[in-house]
């Protein structure tokens, strides 16, 4: 598995008590899946590159972070290297989304056209302010248009061909 290829689950923040257990801050929003007992995960250092295959032997969740219990890893000492390090899993592996619900990394990078066949130009992040999420369009010249994802706006997603077909809706340019 290559690094492009692999989704972020989560960070290792810090080790909990001695017998080698790690405090996770999840990055998923399938954290139950990711981290149940059995899952295997990949730790990556950051700053070297260095990668582990690791399988979960035990979690919970505590507070807004999970503590994880690695297998092979029964004390302090083996684990405090893992602070910083980032837990990942590979692409194949995503869990099924329901429709009209995508992955940040299928949507980044898609052509926006209008209902009209008009280049609006591509998307280049997601903002979630609340209600629903905004799709921040970069235009080829102009500023950028903010596209709130809601059905009146968004009329087909076309992943494999990275196109989104939209309606201007008034105010919107």
């Not at 000492?77 to 995508?102: F, T």
Request: some cysteine; aromatic content about 6%; charged content about 30%.
């Amino acid at each position: 598995m290559t690094e492009e290829r692999m989704l972020n689950i989560g960070k290792v923040v810090n080790t909990h008590g001695i017998r080698g257990e790690l405090k996770v801050w999840p990055q998923t929003d399938f954290p139950e899946i990711r981290f149940k007992k059995g899952s295997r995960l990949r730790l990556c250092s950051p700053e070297t590159g260095e990668m582990l295959d690791v399988v979960v032997e035990g979690a919970r969740e505590q507070k807004s972070m999970f503590v994880l219990k690695l297998k092979g890893c029964d004390n302090i000492n083996q684990v405090e290297k893992y602070k910083g390090w980032e837990l990942k899993v590979g692409a194949e592996e995503r869990v099924p989304l329901q429709e009209g619900e995508y992955y940040v990394r299928d949507i980044v990078g898609c052509s926006v056209v209008s209902e009209d066949g008009e280049a609006l130009g591509t998307i280049v992040d997601i903002l979630t302010p609340g209600a629903n999420d905004v799709w921040v369009v970069k235009r080829p010249k102009g500023k950028e248009l903010l596209l709130p994802v809601i059905d009146e706006v968004v009329l087909a997603v076309d992943v494999p061909g990275r196109t989104v077909k939209v309606r201007l809706m008034e105010g919107l340019l």
